[in-house]
C-alpha cells in the first residue's frame, strides 16, 4: 500500500490564543480530525484549568488523546508520541487529515524527533523519588541531580521536578546519564516530513489579559472543589497531574501555605510565564510558520485556509 504524502497540520501558541477555534475551523474545511498535545488535557478528571474543548467548542468534529490518561500516571512525552503516531495512522486510514492540535512543544518535538530507548518505569524508584521531593523539595531533588548528571542539571530549572526526578531516574536505572543518551535519538517516522507547522502569535498586551481573565474564572467555577474531590480521592500533589499551574497553587492554598488571593495572583503569573516560554520554545523550530493573531481572528483563519488549500492541491469548504 501507497505511504500517505498528503499533509499533517500542526496548530500551536501560546495558552489564550484561540488554538481550538482554529483547529475545529480547519477541521470542518478540510475533512479533518484532530489530536491533542496538551500535557494537561490528557489526563481524566483534570477538568476546569485545563482549557479542554466543549463540546460545543468542537462543533463535531472527531477529538483524540484528550481526558484519557489516569492522573496518577506519569505519563511521559514518549508515551503521548507512541499514541499519536497510532492515532495519525487511523486518521489516514479513514482518508482524513490529522491537525495536531496543543501548546507542549516538546509532545511534538519528541513525536517529530523521537527520543532513544529509555528504559521501563521503575515504580520503587519513583516513588522513592516522590518522597525524597515529598520531605525536602524540589531544590534537593536537583541537587542530586547536579551531582549524578551535572549538564542535564544546568539545563533544567529548580523547579522542573518531572524532567530532574526522569533524569535521576534513568541514571540509577542504567548508571549511565541522560544527557549523555540524549542526542542518540532514533530515526523519525515517515510522516514526520509532513507535519506542517502554524504558530499563533497574538498581541501580548491582549493575550495577558485574556489570561487573567480565564485564571478568574477558573477560580469561579469550582476549581478550588475540583482540586479537593481529586485530592480526596486520593490523588497526590506531586503528581504531574496536579502540578500543572492554577492546580499548584491551589494545593498550595489548600496545604494552607498561600491565601485564595495569593494563589488566583500567583496561577496569573505563571501562566503568562508559560505563555511567554512557549512563544521562546516554538521560535527555535525552524520551519513555523508564524499567524499573527488570535485563532478567531477572521485574517488568522483566511491565511491559514489558504495555505492549508494550496498543500491540499482543493477546494476548503467555506461553511
Known amino acids: 500500500m ?8 500542526a496548530i500551536s501558541g501560546p495558552t489564550a490564543s484561540g488554538k481550538t477555534a482554529l483547529s475545529v475551523e480547519l477541521a470542518l474545511r478540510t475533512g479533518g480530525e484532530v489530536i491533542n498535545f496538551d500535557s494537561v488535557q490528557i489526563y481524566k478528571g483534570i477538568e476546569i484549568a485545563t482549557a ?7 462543533k463535531g468534529v472527531p477529538h483524540h488523546l484528550i481526558g484519557y490518561v489516569d492522573p496518577n500516571v506519569n505519563y511521559t512525552a514518549a508515551d503521548w508520541a507512541r499514541d499519536a503516531a497510532v492515532k495519525i495512522a487511523e486518521i489516514e486510514a479513514r482518508s482524513r487529515i490529522p491537525i495536531l492540535v496543543g501548546g507542549t512543544g516538546f509532545y511534538l518535538r519528541t513525536l517529530r524527533q523521537p527520543l532513544f530507548e529509555s528504559p521501563p518505569t521503575d515504580h520503587a524508584l519513583r516513588e522513592r523519588l516522590r518522597s525524597i521531593h515529598r520531605r525536602r523539595g524540589a531544590e534537593h531533588l536537583h541537587r542530586m541531580l547536579k551531582r549524578v548528571d551535572s549538564a542535564l542539571a544546568s539545563a533544567l530549572p529548580e523547579n522542573d521536578y518531572a524532567r530532574v526526578m526522569r533524569g535521576l531516574e534513568v541514571y540509577f536505572q542504567t548508571g549511565n546519564r541522560l544527557s549523555e543518551k540524549q542526542p542518540h535519538r532514533l ?19 491582549e493575550l495577558y489579559r485574556r489570561i487573567n481573565l480565564r ?6 467555577s469550582g476549581l478550588i472543589d475540583e482540586v479537593t474531590r481529586l485530592r480526596s480521592a486520593g490523588l497526590r500533589d506531586d503528581t504531574n497531574a496536579l502540578g500543572s499551574h492554577a492546580y499548584r497553587r491551589v494545593c498550595e492554598y489548600l496545604r494552607g501555605e498561600r491565601s485564595l488571593d495569593s494563589a488566583i495572583e500567583q496561577s496569573k503569573q505563571d501562566v503568562r510565564n508559560y505563555a511567554k516560554r512557549q512563544l521562546t520554545w ?9 499567524l499573527q493573531g488570535f485563532g478567531a481572528d477572521e485574517e488568522v483563519q483566511s491565511a491559514l485556509f ?7 492541491g482543493l477546494e476548503l469548504r467555506l461553511t
Open 215 to 220: 485564571t478568574e474564572q477558573h477560580f469561579a
Open 306 to 312: 489558504e495555505t492549508a488549500k494550496d498543500l491540499l
Open 187 to 205: 530515526d523519525p517516522p515517515e510522516f514526520a516530513s509532513r507535519i506542517q507547522l502554524f504558530v499563533l502569535n497574538p498581541p501580548r498586551d
Open 2 to 9: 501507497p505511504q500517505p504524502t498528503r499533509p499533517i497540520f
Open 282 to 290: 516554538f521560535r527555535k523550530e525552524p520551519d513555523a510558520t508564524w
Open 52 to 58: 479542554k474543548p466543549t463540546e460545543e467548542e468542537k
